[in-house]
Protein backbone atom coordinates (compact mmCIF):
# COMPACT_ATOMS: atom_id res chain seq x y z
CA UNK A 1 0.00 0.00 0.00
CA UNK A 2 1.23 3.45 -0.66
CA UNK A 3 2.06 6.08 1.86
CA UNK A 4 -0.71 8.46 0.36
CA UNK A 5 -3.12 5.44 0.53
CA UNK A 6 -2.53 4.59 3.66
CA UNK A 7 -3.03 7.94 4.85
CA UNK A 8 -6.20 8.47 3.40
CA UNK A 9 -7.33 4.77 5.13
CA UNK A 10 -5.88 6.31 8.73
CA UNK A 11 -7.61 9.75 7.62
CA UNK A 12 -10.90 7.95 7.05
CA UNK A 13 -10.28 6.31 9.88
CA UNK A 14 -9.79 8.95 11.94
CA UNK A 15 -13.34 10.84 10.98
CA UNK A 16 -15.21 7.93 11.56
CA UNK A 17 -13.92 7.29 15.16
CA UNK A 18 -14.26 11.14 15.86
CA UNK A 19 -17.70 11.03 14.28
CA UNK A 20 -18.77 7.86 16.39
CA UNK A 21 -17.28 9.55 19.65
CA UNK A 22 -19.65 13.05 19.03
CA UNK A 23 -22.51 11.06 18.77
CA UNK A 24 -21.58 9.20 21.77
CA UNK A 25 -21.48 12.44 23.38
CA UNK A 26 -24.76 14.34 22.00
CA UNK A 27 -26.46 11.44 23.36
CA UNK A 28 -25.09 11.10 26.76
CA UNK A 29 -25.77 15.12 26.82
CA UNK A 30 -29.81 13.60 27.33
CA UNK A 31 -30.06 13.71 30.84
CA UNK A 32 -32.01 10.26 30.84
CA UNK A 33 -31.56 9.69 34.18
CA UNK A 34 -33.39 12.56 35.32
CA UNK A 35 -36.53 11.16 33.74
CA UNK A 36 -38.75 9.58 36.34
CA UNK A 37 -38.09 5.76 36.97
CA UNK A 38 -42.14 4.87 37.38
CA UNK A 39 -42.93 7.07 33.82
CA UNK A 40 -39.74 5.85 31.92
CA UNK A 41 -40.70 1.97 32.79
CA UNK A 42 -44.52 2.91 31.77
CA UNK A 43 -43.72 4.53 28.55
CA UNK A 44 -40.83 2.19 27.51
CA UNK A 45 -43.73 -0.81 28.07
CA UNK A 46 -45.56 1.24 25.91
CA UNK A 47 -44.06 1.58 22.87
CA UNK A 48 -42.69 -2.04 24.28
CA UNK A 49 -46.12 -3.33 23.34
CA UNK A 50 -46.78 -1.32 20.21
CA UNK A 51 -43.68 -2.87 18.75
CA UNK A 52 -45.15 -6.07 19.54
CA UNK A 53 -48.42 -5.34 18.21
CA UNK A 54 -46.90 -3.78 14.95
CA UNK A 55 -44.78 -7.06 14.25
CA UNK A 56 -47.59 -9.39 14.53
CA UNK A 57 -49.59 -7.50 12.46
CA UNK A 58 -46.75 -7.74 10.27
CA UNK A 59 -46.69 -11.31 10.51
CA UNK A 60 -50.09 -11.90 10.27
CA UNK A 61 -50.37 -10.00 6.77
CA UNK A 62 -47.08 -11.58 5.65
CA UNK A 63 -48.28 -15.24 6.43
CA UNK A 64 -51.71 -14.18 4.91
CA UNK A 65 -50.50 -13.00 1.46
CA UNK A 66 -47.23 -15.87 0.98
CA UNK A 67 -49.36 -19.40 0.46
CA UNK A 68 -47.20 -22.44 1.80
CA UNK A 69 -47.70 -25.77 -0.65
CA UNK A 70 -47.27 -29.06 0.92
CA UNK A 71 -46.70 -30.48 -2.13
CA UNK A 72 -46.33 -30.02 -5.84
CA UNK A 73 -50.30 -31.58 -6.61
CA UNK A 74 -51.75 -30.40 -2.86
CA UNK A 75 -53.24 -27.23 -2.16
CA UNK A 76 -51.44 -24.40 0.20
CA UNK A 77 -51.98 -25.49 3.88
CA UNK A 78 -53.67 -23.57 5.89
CA UNK A 79 -54.07 -24.97 9.09
CA UNK A 80 -51.73 -26.01 12.06
CA UNK A 81 -48.29 -24.27 10.35
CA UNK A 82 -50.07 -20.86 9.79
CA UNK A 83 -50.69 -20.95 13.12
CA UNK A 84 -47.06 -22.41 14.28
CA UNK A 85 -46.01 -19.58 11.93
CA UNK A 86 -47.67 -16.83 13.97
CA UNK A 87 -46.83 -17.79 17.55
CA UNK A 88 -43.23 -18.08 16.46
CA UNK A 89 -43.59 -14.62 15.39
CA UNK A 90 -45.32 -13.24 18.50
CA UNK A 91 -43.07 -15.22 20.99
CA UNK A 92 -40.33 -13.28 19.00
CA UNK A 93 -42.05 -10.09 18.93
CA UNK A 94 -42.94 -10.31 22.35
CA UNK A 95 -39.23 -11.15 23.50
CA UNK A 96 -37.99 -7.76 21.64
CA UNK A 97 -40.32 -5.95 22.75
CA UNK A 98 -39.35 -6.61 26.83
CA UNK A 99 -36.01 -6.50 26.34
CA UNK A 100 -36.04 -2.97 24.80
CA UNK A 101 -38.61 -1.99 27.24
CA UNK A 102 -35.98 -3.78 29.92
CA UNK A 103 -33.30 -1.98 27.99
CA UNK A 104 -34.51 1.78 28.32
CA UNK A 105 -35.35 0.81 32.12
CA UNK A 106 -31.52 -0.01 32.34
CA UNK A 107 -30.11 3.07 30.67
CA UNK A 108 -31.78 5.36 32.92
CA UNK A 109 -31.24 3.46 35.89
CA UNK A 110 -27.10 3.24 34.50
CA UNK A 111 -27.02 7.17 33.43
CA UNK A 112 -28.75 8.33 37.32
CA UNK A 113 -25.66 6.01 38.82
CA UNK A 114 -22.99 7.68 36.46
CA UNK A 115 -24.36 11.16 37.00
CA UNK A 116 -24.79 10.16 41.29
CA UNK A 117 -21.23 9.14 40.85
CA UNK A 118 -19.60 11.92 39.59
CA UNK A 119 -21.22 14.30 40.99
CA UNK A 120 -19.87 12.33 44.13
CA UNK A 121 -16.72 12.94 43.47
CA UNK A 122 -17.14 16.63 43.42
CA UNK A 123 -17.78 17.85 40.64
CA UNK A 124 -20.31 20.91 39.90
CA UNK A 125 -21.21 20.01 36.53
CA UNK A 126 -21.04 16.15 36.13
CA UNK A 127 -23.13 16.28 32.58
CA UNK A 128 -19.91 17.93 31.05
CA UNK A 129 -17.60 15.45 32.44
CA UNK A 130 -20.20 12.52 31.52
CA UNK A 131 -20.10 13.83 27.61
CA UNK A 132 -16.42 14.42 27.28
CA UNK A 133 -16.11 10.92 28.61
CA UNK A 134 -18.46 9.28 26.30
CA UNK A 135 -17.25 11.32 23.78
CA UNK A 136 -13.53 10.04 24.44
CA UNK A 137 -14.76 6.51 24.90
CA UNK A 138 -16.78 6.33 21.80
CA UNK A 139 -13.85 8.09 19.66
CA UNK A 140 -11.31 5.19 21.07
CA UNK A 141 -13.57 2.32 20.91
CA UNK A 142 -14.41 2.80 17.29
CA UNK A 143 -10.88 3.53 16.39
CA UNK A 144 -10.11 0.32 17.93
CA UNK A 145 -12.21 -1.04 16.40
CA UNK A 146 -11.25 -0.76 13.23
CA UNK A 147 -9.01 -3.04 11.27
CA UNK A 148 -5.32 -1.06 10.99
CA UNK A 149 -4.81 0.27 7.33
CA UNK A 150 -1.73 -2.29 6.71
CA UNK A 151 -3.08 -5.39 7.32
CA UNK A 152 -5.42 -5.45 4.17
CA UNK A 153 -2.07 -4.17 1.81
CA UNK A 154 -1.05 -6.71 -0.46
CA UNK A 155 2.57 -5.58 0.45
CA UNK A 156 2.74 -6.98 4.18
CA UNK A 157 1.70 -10.11 3.24
CA UNK A 158 4.68 -12.72 2.98
CA UNK A 159 3.67 -14.10 -0.40
CA UNK A 160 4.21 -10.80 -2.16
Known amino acids: MSEAMTMSVTTKRLRGAVLMGATTAVATAIPLGR???GRTAAVSAVLGAAAMGAGLLVARARD?????????????ATGPHRSRTI?????LTVAAGA?????MTTSVLADRWIEKGVRALGSQHPRLWMIAGAG?????????????PSSDSPEASPEA
Open 87 to 91: QGVAI
Open 35 to 37: LPL
Open 99 to 103: VASFG
Open 64 to 76: ASTPVATCDHEAP
Open 136 to 148: VLGTMLEWFDQPA
